[in-house]
């Protein structure tokens, strides 16, 4: 695989009882209607095993990276290999002093590890035909696409598996594949437009008139893990219902900046049986100073041009050890746990934020955990999502406030739209009594057969906190104590020891992307003393411990499922994070001008019907904004911006070099855009914007 351009970085010694052997599959160029009908593509894998398949079939998990560039050129200046055209996604081939990106390869540290202890690994390119492909109107990401990819590949698997089907198992594979995968233990793993890919294999293969469960015969998808996914890219919402599901998200992305994947976790708050039934759980997993392409060894180059408030994990090029550990202590435990006949639940501990994290992650950085050990169902139920006007429960029933401003309202921009919280604000004119206490209807909650009170917080930015280094115990500390039907309250229990309240931090380019995202936090009910359980009349939130603050409270709910025992994860022995200006100084973008990169905008009216574009532009009378640069558009996970004035437009192809982009806007979008309005391309955090000077229609 040398002649790919293959990254060659430290090894890391696997820790499984097998010894590892890798092989490949390559079918290339094919006609695959079950895929795509409008395209070639390969279907290319490498696959991680045990030396040894004999005895038993071996539980499969397969891979699945984002989108990136198909063709790679070496920077002598950077020194690393730069992904900048997608020839072989168009053509099978890449052009002169190019090589192929082997973006399926840069998860080797993770694949091989996993077959150590006894996995398949199937490791998806996803080249030719998907990645930077041109999108289509129902599918702008092309991640419905990516889902029949994943699942046609298991249907290959599945042929060899069984011994039938027209495709002969290539000796390149390197193994008798005939009995040795046990397709009723299945995990999947997608990284940025991979993981809403993995998520559209799932319901895909599950939908009515799938023609999939034909072909790969009975199969359970147990988990999937997420690596800063994309969500929204396709017409379905696509979620990962019934299923385990853990979502890591770089706090200092700067490709996929607005977190998407907090989306797919949200929605599981609002999913109620018959729909998710499976006792499965549900979280986050947010990496303070990670940003998104270093979880792929074989991007080399970062989306992000550094972090504010905490020490970024990665260089500007090359590899991050750090941010490899962060997903190599997360997602091994996490399949590890949920997918196999010999999974070891135990081992998803870590994902339960009462849990304490293991130092192999704590002395790298700090994280945030969100946090559903099951659906929403009789054993987990949700008590309070804010739905109301500020001052009111969601039954109705008005809140108490001292000392402090409550204001209901939707959660930060990375949040599902509609997932709400209670915006808790005070500050050092306000009165030293202060707390928000939520009132339940009627006579109150009847806890006597739960275990466990949870709720989601985070912290804004007040006072100075986000003008400073983050504390490496937090910004904030306050109280929670459960209220008697007359009135009396609970011990309260302090959060300092519980959890860590921290500074919003993001992406350095600019502080409107510092995230506010909501994460877990878990209380055993059997910590609450001086109250009947069988008649809580509310909950008490008290702020007296800080002299200003900015908290929102997110969903409230009650479990029948304990929480972990632990303290609160260990101090991490990490370097000290620069200041929010000297990290802006030191890596923001600069702004540039039209003339700077020879910028060119124009305008093409389609006489008749045009193709259908990323864009979602179809149809009679589209327009196409075509936009031309010197300086090429990188291949991301998340939808390009163009602004023009103050309307926004998502989307767009991008041509084999990178140097044009093609926006179709159906006719009746383009007619909103302002005549002479400003014209503008936000790709992704470490590139300068675009500018194309006015609009002229």
């Given at each position: 695989m040398a002649a790919l351009g293959t990254v060659v970085n430290d090894a890391q010694a696997v820790e499984g009882p097998y010894e590892v052997r890798t092989g490949s599959y390559m079918l290339p160029g094919r006609d695959e209607p079950l895929v795509a009908t409008d395209r070639k593509v390969d279907l290319w894998a490498e696959v991680y095993r045990p030396k040894t398949l004999k005895g038993k079939p071996f539980p499969i998990l397969v891979f699945l990276h984002g989108n990136h560039g198909t063709c790679g050129t070496y920077d002598p200046v950077r020194r690393v290999r730069v992904d900048n055209r997608s020839d072989y996604t168009r053509t099978g081939v890449c052009p002169e002093n190019y090589v192929i990106t082997p973006n399926h390869l840069g998860y080797a540290y993770l694949a091989e590890e996993l077959a150590s202890w006894g996995y398949v690994v199937v490791s998806i390119n996803a080249n030719r035909g998907v990645t930077a492909g041109t999108g289509l109107t129902e599918d702008r990401g092309l991640n419905l696409m990516r889902g029949r990819l994943i699942l046609r590949h298991l249907a290959l698997l599945s042929d060899w598996n069984s011994g039938r089907g027209d495709i002969a198992p290539p000796k390149t594979l390197g193994f008798k594949p005939l009995g040795t995968m046990d397709f009723s233990e299945v995990g999947i793993m997608g990284h940025s437009r991979g993981g809403e890919g993995a998520r559209a294999a799932l319901q895909q293969f599950r939908d009515a008139t799938s023609p999939f469960p034909g072909l790969i015969g009975p199969m359970n998808i147990k988990s999937i893990f997420e690596i800063g996914p994309v969500d929204g890219q396709t017409s379905r919402v696509l979620d990962a219902n019934g299923v385990n599901s853990m979502i890591l998200l770089p706090s200092c992305d700067g490709d996929v900046y607005n977190l998407q994947g907090m989306k797919v976790f949200d929605r599981t708050f609002d999913r109620a049986a018959p729909f998710d039934t499976t006792q499965a759980f549900h979280g986050t997993f947010e990496v303070k100073g990670a940003n998104h392409n270093a979880y792929?060894?074989?991007?080399?180059?970062s989306d992000s041009p550094g972090c504010l408030g905490v020490k970024n994990l990665f260089p500007a090029a090359g590899f991050s050890k750090d941010q490899k550990a962060t997903a190599f202590h997360t997602m091994v435990p996490f399949f590890r746990a949920t997918v196999g006949k010999n999974a070891d639940p135990a081992l998803a501990a870590i994902f339960d934020p009462a849990t304490t994290l293991p130092a192999t992650l704590s002395d790298i950085t700090k994280y945030n955990r969100g946090y559903l050990p099951g659906p929403n169902n009789e054993k987990t139920e949700m008590l309070e999502r804010f739905s109301q006007e500020s001052g009111l429960s969601d039954s109705g029933v008005p809140t108490t406030v001292t000392g402090v401003t409550v204001t209901n309202q939707q959660a930060s921009y990375e949040h599902q739209l509609g997932t709400r919280v209670a915006r808790v604000t005070w500050d050092e004119s306000s009165p030293s009594e202060r707390f928000f206490q939520l009132n339940f209807?009627?006579?109150?909650?009847?806890?006597?057969?739960?275990?466990?009170?949870?709720?989601?917080?985070?912290?804004?930015?007040?006072?100075n906190i986000c003008n400073k280094k983050q504390s490496k115990k937090g910004e904030m500390d306050f109280t929670v104590a459960l209220v008697a039907a007359d009135g009396t309250l609970s011990n309260e229990l302090a959060m300092v020891g519980r959890t860590r309240l921290s500074r919003p931090v993001g992406p350095a380019y600019g502080t409107q992307y510092l995230h506010e995202t909501l994460y877990t936090v878990e209380l055993p009910l059997e910590d609450f003393e001086g109250v009947d359980l069988g008649a809580v009349a509310g909950v008490r939130f008290t702020f007296e411990k800080k002299r200003s603050g900015v908290v929102n409270i997110g969903t409230i709910s009650k479990s029948t499922l304990p929480a972990a025992t632990g303290d609160v994860d260990q101090e991490p022995a990490m370097a000290e994070a620069e200041t929010p200006e000297a990290i802006l100084t030191a890596s923001a973008a600069p702004r540039t001008t039209a003339g700077a990169d020879s910028n060119r905008i124009r305008i093409v009216r389609a006489s008749g019907p045009s193709s259908a574009r990323s864009s979602g532009?179809?149809?009679?009378?589209?327009?196409?904004?075509?936009?031309?640069?010197?300086?090429?558009f990188p291949f991301t996970g998340a939808l390009p911006t163009l602004t023009v004035g103050g309307e926004t437009v998502e989307g767009g192809d991008i041509s084999v070099d990178g140097k044009t982009m093609t926006i179709s806007v159906p006719a009746k979008d383009f007619a909103k855009l302002p005549d002479g309005g400003e014209v503008s391309l936000f790709v992704q955090a470490s590139s300068p914007v675009w500018k194309f000077g006015k609009l002229a229609k």
């Open positions: 792929n060894t074989e991007w080399q180059t209807a009627g006579k109150g909650q009847n806890l006597t057969s739960y275990k466990t009170l949870a709720f989601r917080a985070s912290l804004g930015c007040f006072a532009g179809s149809g009679d009378g589209a327009v196409e904004i075509v936009l031309s640069t010197k300086r090429p």
